[in-house]
Structure formats: structure tokens, C-alpha cells
């Protein structure tokens, strides 16, 4: 009789790239849903309980990062690999810093995402072979550079930056996070405050430098 396989959710605001993805892995492990952005993926996570997540770095109203150490407070065990366009091994260093499993950049071969998947749910890590192990183990010893302020901010406080920074409006953020318009104001004020920043343009710039948001 056949084990019970592995579940596995992917998160990727790109079509295309979750059903390849999907497609990919479906073979050996029990894919049990695909999602679009990284609200979604906090939910469906806690509906669908996977033990490993597939995710994008960049996705729109919560970033992959984000969103993915949101789920790993509510199921400790389960693991998560990034998967992205960038081959920034300082982006790679902070995703480990925050409890990432594996690392894979999307220009990777395709059995690539299998091996990867097969060693996180081993207990090992995973790094995209055109990286260098060398430079994130390096990276993942020194102070946190990827987020210049980050510790200034509390989670929430990143959730209202991202969507302000994505070009939301006070209505707009009100609505996904579920707060009045007053508290989002009030939660800019302070984001702005802390940062030390005087416009939209300068959260804009900060976010992107900070691969909060895409550029």
C-alpha cells in the first residue's frame, strides 16, 4: 500500500510559473492548492495544513517572506522554499535568517524543484545550484542588511507599507487588513515616523530598496 505523500501548496502571483510548478511536482507529492498573492497563502495554509510551502519572494499585498513566517508562527514544522527571479545571495542570506528551508531561483532546471522538495522534507537545506553556498553562509552570519530599518517596524506595520506601496489607497488597505481608514492612517503616520520619511515617494523607494515590493 502506497504512503501517504507529502502536501505541498504553492504560492505565485504568476499563473503560468504555480502550474508549471504544480505540474512538476504533482508526480510524487500530493499538491494541495495553489494561490496568488501572500494573504492567501496565510489562509490557505491554515485550512490546508501542507508540509512544505513552494513560494514566490515577491507577490502583491503580502510578500513571500512575510507571508511564509506568518504560517511558520501557526505550523512550526512546516517547511518553505523561496523561489524567485533574483539572484541576490543577500536576499537568499535574509530568507534563511527567516527560517527558510530552500532557496531556488526560477532560472533553475526543473529537477532542480524536485530535489529540493526531497531535501527540505530530509531535514536539509536547498540553495539553487548558480548561487554560492559559499557567500549566503557568509551573508547569514552578519547583521541584517536586507531591511535597513526592519526591526522599527512590527508586522503589520510591513503589511500597510507593502500595500501603500503597491499603490493602494487608505479605503483599499482599510478593506484587506480589515481595519477602519483611521488606524491605517494612524499606522502611516508611525511607519513614516520610524523611518523617518515625509512622503509616499520615499515609502515607495524604501520599500522597493528593501524587496518589500518589486521594483
Known sequence: MQGIRPRILIAD????????????LEKEFEVVGT????????????ILKPDVIVVDVTM???????AACQVKQELRAVKVIYLT?????EIAAEAFR????????????A??????????LQGRSYLSASLS???????RRQPKKMVEEGDKLTERQREVLQLIAEGKVMKEVSVILN????????HKYRIMEALCVKSNAELVRYAVRNHIVAP
Open 85 to 89: 527571479m533574483n539572484p541576490d545571495t
Open 13 to 24: 502571483d504568476h499563473t503560468l510559473i504555480a502550474d508549471l510548478c504544480k505540474t512538476l
Open 98 to 109: 527567516r527560517g527558510a528551508s530552500g532557496y531556488l531561483l526560477k532560472t533553475c532546471a
Open 179 to 186: 481595519m477602519t481608514t483611521r488606524t491605517v492612517a494612524f
Open 35 to 46: 494561490v496568488g498573492d501572500g494573504r492567501a497563502l496565510v489562509r490557505a495554509a491554515a
Open 111 to 120: 529537477s532542480e524543484m524536485v530535489a529540493a522538495v526531497r531535501a527540505v
Open 60 to 66: 502583491p499585498v503580502l510578500n513571500g517572506i512575510d
Open 133 to 139: 553556498r559559499d557567500d549566503v553562509a557568509y551573508l
